[in-house]
């Protein structure tokens, strides 16, 4: 089932690159990623009502806050410099370029996580950077 949610992920994240561009067209990135932010809230919390996970808030770990947080600041940060990126330049050149995160993603599980790094994703991720470069340049 993961692997179903995570192709549906990939699917909308490309239909967000789409959608932003076009969107943010003649306005501001950052206001144009406040509004993009305000509707993932709405959707966000209206799927934990949905769910009836609302009461689980109260259970959360000093730990998760911190982290979960840090989390929110880091994806606040990503979605800043993404809405910028798209602004000021093409699609085909910036998806590729914030892609790499799946390989930076990989180095820092390896290094704060103690994730095994295997000769199949060491060679995942030299795909991934080498076909980054050949679709930026």
Not at 9 to 31: E, H, M, Q, R, Y
Not at 48 to 55: D, G, P
Not at 80 to 107: F, R
Request: with cysteine.
């Amino acid at each position: 089932m993961w692997f179903l949610f995570a192709l549906l992920s990939a699917v909308f994240a490309a239909l967000t690159s789409i959608f932003a561009k076009v969107g943010i067209n003649g306005i501001g990135s950052n206001l144009a990623t406040a509004i993009r932010t305000v509707v993932v809230v709405f959707l966000a919390w209206g799927m934990v009502f949905l769910t009836n996970q609302q009461a689980g808030i109260t259970e959360i770990s000093k730990k998760s806050w911190i982290f979960l947080i840090l989390s929110g600041l880091a994806t606040g940060a990503s979605w800043l410099c993404y809405y910028k990126a798209l602004q000021i330049g093409d699609v085909s050149k910036v998806v590729p370029i914030d892609k790499l995160s799946v390989v930076i993603t990989l180095v820092f599980a390896l290094v704060f996580l103690h994730e095994e790094l295997t000769v199949k994703s060491f060679v995942g991720c030299l795909l991934i950077t080498a076909g980054t470069v050949v679709m930026v340049l």
